[in-house]
T-cell receptor
Framework: SQTIHQWPATLVQPVGSPLSLECTVEGTSNPNLYWYRQAAGRGLQLLFYSVGIGQISSEVPQNLSASRPQDRQFILSSKKLLLSDSGFYLC????????????????FGPGTRLTVL | AQSVTQLGSHVSVSEGALVLLRCNYSSSVPPYLFWYVQYPNQGLQLLLKYTSAATLVKGINGFEAEFKKSETSFHLTKPSAHMSDAAEYFCAVSPWGYQKVTFGTGTKLQVIP
């Protein structure tokens, strides 16, 4: 069966410090991968998605970046955190049917709670 | 472009009462529709999905949703609320062939004993 891991589970960082959040998926190949941020009262905001190694699409201009160095690894980074970067970060994956273009629903990881002070 | 509107950011029901969470969508092509549940400090868990088969979709934990194209709605219902249903619920839409999913802003369900 497929599983998705995120770490760390919680993180407290000072303003201006760097960030690296990691997401890995097991039990599937060539998944679509997604990073979301959930801020209080604002629902889920899609930050990045990736359909393959090295292929990253950014949805929102910001001081965050994403990378996909391996098929099942997705990393969210920042060089200098802002207070507004605080939130709950969720990684998700979906299966992509290469022949039809159809895809499955998204499966979510447990999330990382980031607090920027 | 697609969008989702969830009516009511907070809904309260008594234990044993009907649960109705509303979701309306817009999509320029036939949509896939989803309902997810999120418990505090956890990720989202899929409750059910509509992918153009039966319009009445049954999911986990006794929930179901009906796709109504004429009303562009996909409301979530459960005949009898349990205390364990207290959580936040998200409706989501993804047009066929698209890689992205658009989520609603969520509805927090409170179950009163």
């Amino acid at each position: 069966s497929q599983t998705i891991h995120q770490w760390p589970a919680t993180l407290v960082q000072p303003v201006g410090s760097p960030l690296s959040l990691e997401c890995t998926v097991e039990g599937t190949s060539n998944p679509n991968l997604y990073w979301y941020r959930q801020a209080a009262g604002r629902g889920l905001q899609l930050l990045f998605y990736s359909v393959g190694i090295g292929q990253i699409s950014s949805e929102v201009p910001q001081n965050l970046s994403a990378s996909r160095p391996q098929d099942r690894q997705f990393i969210l980074s920042s060089k200098k955190l802002l207070l507004s970067d605080s939130g709950f970060y969720l990684c998700a994956w979906s299966v992509r049917n290469l022949l039809s273009g159809k895809k499955s629903e998204q499966f979510f990881g447990p999330g990382t709670r980031l607090t920027v002070l | 472009a697609q969008s989702v509107t969830q009516l009511g950011s907070h809904v309260s029901v008594s234990e044993g009462a009907l649960v109705l969470l509303r979701c309306n969508y817009s999509s320029s092509v036939p949509p896939y529709l989803f309902w997810y549940v999120q418990y505090p400090n956890q990720g989202l868990q899929l409750l059910l999905k509509y992918t153009s088969a039966a319009t009445l979709v049954k999911g986990i934990n006794g929930f179901e949703a009906e796709f109504k194209k004429s009303e562009t709605s996909f409301h979530l219902t459960k005949p009898s609320a349990h205390m364990s249903d207290a959580a936040e619920y998200f409706c989501a839409v993804s047009p066929w062939g698209y890689q992205k999913v658009t989520f609603g802003t969520g509805t927090k369900l409170q179950v009163i004993p």
